[in-house]
């Protein structure tokens, strides 16, 4: 066997044996290839951008990704050609044409391509058809195809693409066609609001100052002699704003007459609803050469709005004095701020948006509506989790110009969409710089290890770990937030594995105790500087492992309402369910010949979420009762109560998972889960498991209950015991009126779906969010 080197050279003879094992060490290392290096390792030399040297005879081509798109970095592939723009056949196109296309693009590589005008049908000639590319040539012009112009396609097969997110280091835009540089997409390394002022430049987030562009790895200032409000709007936007506004404009003068600015060599045309600067024009290229006055003009400079959660100075004497209005639109089921499931409010109850054809545009304009930025992207599908409730809207066509979402067209018929299509959006968000002060140590790969804290300690910022007294999964869904890992799939009150860094084993936070909403650990209850931390630091110290999806179990309102009724029970059918204390204090004082009465119901939990519900306890731990014959997986799996109207609790019972399995599941969906035999207990995503009406412990004990008028609740995971991605739907309500003889259930609904006014007609618990503590 005869190696040769890159440069075709044979190299020395190596027996097979010795191949082979070369083979497995490269097999074996690129399994850790997504962990990335250690801190203090240095980074691989990045690719740097070189301009393509392109023979005379080269047609000069431009491309653009344009249509339906849910991200910047995507859409519909456009050639500008002979002074016209036209698109690409999908016809033999393949992941190395679109390479060679994102490349071209000034993206690193290529992610996925559709065919089938998957982003709408383009306009003008088809350029390319039956393009043969290798992913090596320098534009796609140098690809084999049946050459330029020539195509039996239709625009119903106009090919799309998805490229990375990140830019080519050093990529620059360079301009072949500079007559008609005007309809060009801007195409940069990087843009950024840099604050200039001293009163701005310790604000977090920065929202004033220079826009700069990074131009051949350098930064540069752009002309404002071409500048409108509309580019603000869409800077602004980028940065995670939802709007901009005046500035004092002599201030910056004075500034730039000390120090010369370098200017790019583009102005920027927007029209102010696009969601990210790359969908813009760029403006006539500008006569002058870099560091000269502009023509008189001035740097662009940008003062934005931050949205009222990300305000630096909020008022809170403000919001104390008046009530805030109820909003039209949430999100619901993200792991970070600014993503989630998009719901709307309609006639006082929340319902989702079917994803037909949702862009990039509607969800920005639900974006800024929530106090945000631009969207990131639009996301269809359910990816972000299944709602519940009606689909308001479907169809929906904003404009970006919009208030509200609810603004916006759309089709009032929804039939045919599901709740498989619920539209979701990742908005930008400002950035506040949490994640600098928190850091996982010691852990197998990114997603896990020993939480440390940068904190402020006798004048100077130190490393520290935090106390894990009381450390539970709220505490750990905030450090995953912050991060921007996900959820938090465990919580860790010993580390002792995760040997983290060694300076940083004392305890600086303790008395940590969170919501699960905050967007920092600081934000949440601890002790400040007056530490308390009987177990100490180091092997003892708080710990997570997240994970980019979760489940979410959520109730069927409808099965309790239907399957409610009452039975009088004789005592001595019921001795197991005592044992688990599943009847009322009382019946300890019942003979065996007495009766108890009974509400009982059937609950029909689903699992909605991205993930698998599975018990926190692994089977070793699992506890056999003897009575009833079977193991728990989880000791209190849900909670039932019965409240006056007052919400004074009066009755109550529990259920244990008795066996935690699919039941049903929806269509094209298996079934993983089955107790017999002492198999794996979980419910499946698009599964639900059945609690019949008619097993023990499903059932409040009643027989001391007087008649009257009652509000019913059901609460799942009460004890947050497993994460999931939305907790405020574990709860689930009902009016419930008892005459003596017969009983009735109806008004059933789960935590969240209504409005806040009708919900607050139902006393007792508001919501599941973290309401024992």
Same mark, same amino acid.
């Given at each position: 066997?005869?190696?040769?080197?890159?440069?075709?050279?044979?190299?020395?003879?190596?027996?097979?044996?010795?191949?082979?094992?070369?083979?497995?060490?490269?097999?074996?290392?690129?399994?850790?290839?997504?962990?990335?290096?250690? /801190?203090?390792?240095?980074?691989?030399?990045?690719?740097?951008?070189?301009?393509?040297?392109?023979?005379?005879? *080269? /047609?000069?081509?431009?491309?653009?990704?344009?249509?339906?798109?849910?991200?910047?970095?995507?859409?519909?592939?456009?050639?500008?050609?002979?002074?016209?723009?036209?698109?690409?056949?999908?016809?033999?196109?393949?992941?190395?044409?679109?390479?060679?296309?994102?490349?071209?693009?000034?993206?690193?590589?290529?992610?996925?391509?559709?065919?089938?005008?998957?982003?709408?049908?383009?306009?003008?000639?088809?350029?390319?058809?039956?393009?043969?590319?290798?992913?090596?040539?320098?534009?796609?012009?140098?690809?084999?195809?049946?050459?330029?112009?020539?195509?039996?396609?239709?625009? *119903?097969?106009?090919?799309?693409?998805?490229?990375?997110?990140?830019?080519?280091?050093?990529?620059?835009?360079?301009?072949?066609?500079?007559?008609?540089?005007?309809?060009?997409?801007?195409?940069?390394?990087?843009?950024?609001?840099?604050?200039?002022?001293?009163?701005?430049?310790?604000?977090?987030?920065?929202?004033?100052?220079?826009?700069?562009?990074?131009?051949?790895?350098?930064?540069?200032?752009?002309?404002?002699?071409?500048?409108?409000?509309?580019?603000?709007?869409?800077?602004?936007?980028?940065?995670?704003?939802?709007?901009?506004?005046?500035?004092?404009?002599?201030?910056?003068?004075?500034?730039?007459?000390?120090?010369?600015?370098?200017?790019?060599?583009?102005?920027?045309?927007?029209?102010?609803?696009?969601?990210?600067?790359?969908?813009?024009?760029?403006?006539?290229?500008?006569?002058?050469?870099?560091?000269?006055?502009?023509?008189?003009?001035?740097?662009?400079?940008?003062?934005?709005? /931050?949205?009222?959660?990300?305000?630096?100075?909020?008022?809170?004497?403000?919001?104390?004095?008046?009530?805030?209005?109820?909003?039209?639109?949430?999100?619901?089921?993200?792991?970070?701020?600014?993503?989630?499931?998009?719901?709307?409010?309609?006639?006082?109850?929340?319902?989702?948006?079917?994803?037909?054809?949702?862009?990039?545009?509607?969800?920005?304009?639900?974006?800024?509506?929530?106090?945000?930025?631009?969207?990131?992207?639009?996301?269809?599908?359910?990816?972000?989790?299944?709602?519940?409730?009606?689909?308001?809207?479907?169809?929906?066509?904003?404009?970006?110009?919009?208030?509200?979402?609810?603004?916006?067209?759309?089709?009032?018929?929804?039939?045919?969409?599901?709740?498989?299509?619920?539209?979701?959006?990742?908005?930008?968000?400002?950035?506040?710089?949490?994640?600098?002060?928190?850091?996982?140590?010691?852990?197998?790969?990114?997603?896990?290890?020993?939480?440390?804290?940068?904190?402020?300690?006798?004048?100077?910022?130190?490393?520290?770990?935090?106390?894990?007294?009381?450390?539970?999964?709220?505490?750990?869904?905030?450090?995953?937030?912050?991060?921007?890992?996900?959820?938090?799939?465990?919580?860790?009150?010993?580390?002792?594995?995760?040997?983290?860094?060694?300076?940083?084993?004392?305890?600086?936070?303790?008395?940590?105790?969170?919501?699960?909403?905050?967007?920092?650990?600081?934000?949440?209850?601890?002790?400040? *500087?007056?530490?308390?931390?009987?177990?100490?630091?180091?092997?003892?110290?708080?710990?997570?492992?997240?994970?980019?999806?979760?489940?979410?179990?959520?109730?069927?309102?409808?099965?309790?309402?239907?399957?409610?009724?009452?039975?009088?029970?004789?005592?001595?059918?019921?001795?197991?369910?005592?044992?688990?204390?599943?009847?009322?204090?009382?019946?300890?004082?019942?003979?065996?010949?007495?009766?108890?009465?009974?509400?009982?119901?059937?609950?029909? $939990?689903?699992?909605?979420?991205?993930?698998?519900?599975?018990?926190?306890?692994?089977?070793?731990?699992?506890?056999?009762?003897?009575?009833?014959?079977?193991?728990?997986?989880?000791?209190?799996?849900?909670?039932?109560?019965?409240?006056?109207?007052?919400?004074?609790?009066?009755?109550?019972?529990?259920?244990?998972?008795?066996?935690?399995?699919?039941?049903?599941?929806?269509?094209? $969906?298996?079934?993983?889960?089955?107790?017999?035999?002492?198999?794996?207990?979980? $419910?499946?995503?698009?599964?639900?498991?059945?609690?019949?009406?008619?097993?023990?412990?499903?059932?409040?004990? $009643?027989?001391?209950?007087?008649?009257?008028?009652?509000?019913?609740?059901?609460?799942?995971?009460?004890?947050?015991?497993?994460?999931?991605?939305?907790?405020?739907?574990?709860?689930?309500?009902?009016?419930?009126?008892?005459?003596?003889?017969?009983?009735?259930?109806?008004?059933?609904?789960?935590?969240?779906?209504?409005?806040?006014?009708?919900?607050?007609?139902? /006393?007792?618990?508001?919501?599941?969010?973290?309401?024992?503590?």
């Amino acid at each position: 066997m005869s190696l040769r080197s890159d440069k075709g050279v044979p190299t020395k003879m190596l027996p097979p044996w010795c191949v082979v094992l070369v083979l497995l060490l490269d097999l074996t290392l690129a399994q850790y290839e997504h962990l990335g290096y250690p /801190p203090g390792y240095p980074d691989p030399e990045q690719e740097q951008y070189s301009a393509p040297q392109l023979r005379p005879e *080269t /047609p000069r081509i431009q491309l653009r990704l344009s249509g339906d798109k849910r991200k910047h970095n995507e859409g519909r592939v456009e050639v500008y050609y002979n002074n016209e723009w036209g698109t690409v056949c999908d016809d033999d196109f393949n992941s190395h044409s679109a390479q060679v296309v994102c490349r071209e693009l000034g993206y690193l590589e290529a992610v996925s391509w559709a065919p089938a005008s998957k982003y709408g049908k383009g306009t003008g000639p088809i350029w390319f058809d039956n393009l043969h590319c290798t992913g090596k040539e320098k534009t796609l012009a140098l690809c084999p195809s049946n050459g330029i112009g020539v195509s039996d396609c239709k625009h *119903t097969e106009d090919v799309g693409v998805v490229c990375s997110d990140k830019r080519i280091p050093g990529f620059r835009f360079i301009n072949t066609l500079p007559n008609h540089v005007e309809n060009m997409d801007i195409q940069v390394e990087d843009v950024r609001i840099r604050a200039i002022l001293s009163s701005y430049r310790k604000r977090i987030p920065v929202t004033e100052g220079y826009v700069e562009v990074k131009d051949g790895g350098k930064w540069k200032q752009i002309c404002n002699a071409e500048w409108s409000p509309l580019n603000a709007r869409v800077i602004c936007g980028m940065f995670g704003f939802p709007g901009e506004r005046k500035y004092n404009a002599r201030v910056y003068k004075m500034f730039a007459r000390r120090r010369k600015p370098s200017y790019w060599d583009y102005a920027v045309n927007c029209t102010g609803n696009e969601a990210h600067l790359s969908s813009c024009k760029l403006g006539q290229v500008s006569p002058l050469k870099s560091n000269v006055t502009c023509g008189g003009g001035l740097p662009v400079v940008v003062s934005c709005v /931050p949205g009222r959660d990300f305000a630096p100075t909020p008022m809170a004497g403000f919001r104390k004095a008046f009530r805030q209005e109820q909003p039209l639109v949430r999100l619901r089921g993200g792991a970070i701020v600014g993503e989630g499931r998009v719901e709307i409010l309609k006639n006082g109850e929340w319902g989702t948006i079917c994803d037909d054809h949702w862009s990039l545009m509607s969800a920005t304009v639900v974006c800024r509506e929530l106090g945000l930025g631009t969207a990131k992207e639009a996301l269809s599908g359910g990816r972000l989790g299944q709602g519940m409730g009606p689909v308001h809207m479907n169809e929906v066509e904003c404009s970006g110009f919009e208030k509200s979402i609810t603004e916006c067209l759309f089709n009032k018929e929804s039939a045919g969409c599901s709740h498989e299509e619920d539209a979701a959006v990742r908005c930008n968000v400002p950035a506040m710089g949490f994640q600098q002060s928190l850091r996982l140590n010691g852990g197998r790969n990114p997603f896990e290890g020993r939480v440390e804290v940068l904190m402020e300690r006798n004048g100077s910022l130190v490393w520290g770990t935090v106390c894990s007294e009381g450390w539970s999964t709220m505490e750990a869904m905030v450090v995953c937030r912050t991060l921007g890992l996900g959820f938090a799939s465990n919580a860790f009150q010993e580390t002792w594995y995760w040997p983290g860094d060694v300076s940083a084993d004392s305890v600086v936070m303790s008395g940590v105790r969170c919501s699960g909403t905050e967007m920092s650990l600081n934000h949440c209850l601890h002790h400040g *500087t007056h530490l308390s931390c009987s177990k100490g630091g180091g092997r003892n110290a708080a710990g997570v492992s997240c994970s980019e999806t979760a489940p979410d179990l959520v109730l069927n309102p409808q099965a309790v309402e239907q399957t409610t009724y009452m039975e009088d029970r004789p005592m001595f059918m019921m001795q197991c369910a005592q044992e688990e204390g599943c009847l009322s204090s009382s019946s300890s004082l019942t003979p065996a010949t007495s009766y108890r009465r009974l509400l009982r119901f059937s609950s029909q $939990i689903h699992n909605n979420g991205q993930s698998d519900f599975r018990p926190k306890a692994g089977r070793n731990s699992w506890v056999w009762h003897d009575c009833h014959r079977h193991y728990h997986s989880m000791e209190v799996f849900t909670l039932y109560d019965l409240f006056t109207l007052n919400g004074t609790k009066v009755a109550e019972g529990h259920k244990a998972s008795f066996c935690l399995e699919d039941s049903e599941c929806d269509e094209g $969906i298996e079934k993983r889960y089955e107790c017999a035999n002492f198999g794996e207990q979980g $419910i499946t995503v698009g599964c639900w498991d059945t609690y019949r009406h008619d097993i023990d412990c499903q059932w409040i004990d $009643i027989t001391d209950i007087k008649p009257g008028d009652y509000i019913f609740q059901i609460v799942i995971n009460p004890n947050y015991e497993v994460p999931e991605s939305d907790y405020s739907n574990n709860i689930m309500k009902c009016r419930c009126r008892y005459d003596g003889h017969r009983v009735w259930m109806y008004g059933c609904h789960n935590g969240g779906s209504l409005s806040t006014e009708t919900e607050e007609t139902f /006393p007792g618990l508001l919501n599941n969010q973290v309401t024992h503590r």
